[in-house]
């Protein structure tokens, strides 16, 4: 049972912002925080939780906030634990605020054919165990991966022409929903813990793993989409960011940053390089 995914190619998106991943091992960072912590997300109600289930766990919240179970120091003490309705307010380019961002309507989970392959935590409420061990792939599991990589670079490429104004992140959840599934393959994210979407969009101030909604795209905003595909055994992962419009020079910054801040550590990748130097790279 292969729970590994790394990506062997991404694609190039027309788009002028990029944020992309290039390899992974396990979808969605289960153990980021290692064995009994977790972060947690909520934009008025809508959770991001990593390595635990996706729920709606903050619906009696008033106003969105992070929570870090665990710990609170370093990065947490100062960004996590701030009130996302202090951090999260933009400006635009006329100086006026933009408002925090709100919870759509998430519409019911997409089926999949019954003929294409599920990976093994479908139909769980938990994600699966995290393995701690290294596992070295074989001639024919490196082409596996480059072909579920090739694929997921080809899903995020289209599903990037489809992000304008007036856009919903639901109409992009379903056509990265039914290419991934007339390719064969299975939309990885659709069914992990309990995560209800096909994708991941994740805009402006959503760190990461957003679920697809009614909300639409605005003129301005900036969105990560994140594609993963399970196709032969293996998961293709890779995301960028995408203007929507015409956006601040903030946000291009931010974007611009984080882009060279990814180049530069794929560059450092290589045999023997220990993985806490990609993390100070990236530092």
């Known amino acids: 049972m292969a729970h590994v995914g790394a990506v062997a190619a991404v694609g190039t998106v027309a788009q002028p912002a990029s944020l992309e991943c290039a390899s992974t091992f396990t979808p969605f960072a ?42 609170r120091s370093g990065f947490a ?13 933009q400006v635009d380019e006329s100086g006026s605020r933009r408002p925090p961002l709100k919870r759509g309507k998430v519409s019911p989970r997409l ?19 995290f393995l701690d061990e290294f596992q070295i792939q074989d001639a024919e599991g490196i082409e596996r991966m480059r072909a579920s990589g090739q694929l997921a670079a ?15 992140t639901d109409e992009i959840d379903k056509a990265v929903h039914q290419m991934t599934i007339d390719a064969g393959a299975y939309p990885s994210p659709l069914g992990y813990g309990s995560f209800p979407k096909s994708v991941c969009t994740s805009v402006n101030e959503c760190i990461c793993h957003g679920i697809p909604d009614s909300r639409p795209l605005e003129d301005g905003d900036i969105i990560n989409i994140d594609v993963t595909v399970w196709l032969n055994g293996y998961h293709g992962d890779t995301s960028k960011t995408f203007y929507c419009g ?12 984080t882009k060279e801040s990814l180049d530069k550590a794929i560059s450092i990748c290589g045999p023997g390089v220990e993985f806490k130097k990609i993390g100070r790279t990236i530092k």
């Open 246 to 257: 015409n956006v601040s020079d903030e946000a291009k910054k931010l974007v611009e940053v």
């Open 77 to 89: 003490e100062l960004f996590l634990n701030k009130r996302l309705s202090e951090q999260g307010k």
């Open 30 to 71: 289960s153990s980021l925080w290692g064995s009994g912590r977790s972060l947690r997300y909520s934009v008025n109600g809508s959770c991001l939780d990593l390595g635990h289930e996706f729920q709606d766990r903050t619906s009696r919240r008033s106003g969105p906030v992070l929570v870090l179970a665990k710990k």
């Open 154 to 168: 080809r899903v995020l490429e289209y599903a990037g022409t489809l992000v304008k104004p007036g856009v919903t």
């Open 111 to 129: 089926e999949v054919p019954k003929h294409i392959p599920r990976p093994p935590y479908v139909g769980s409420r938990n994600p699966p165990p």
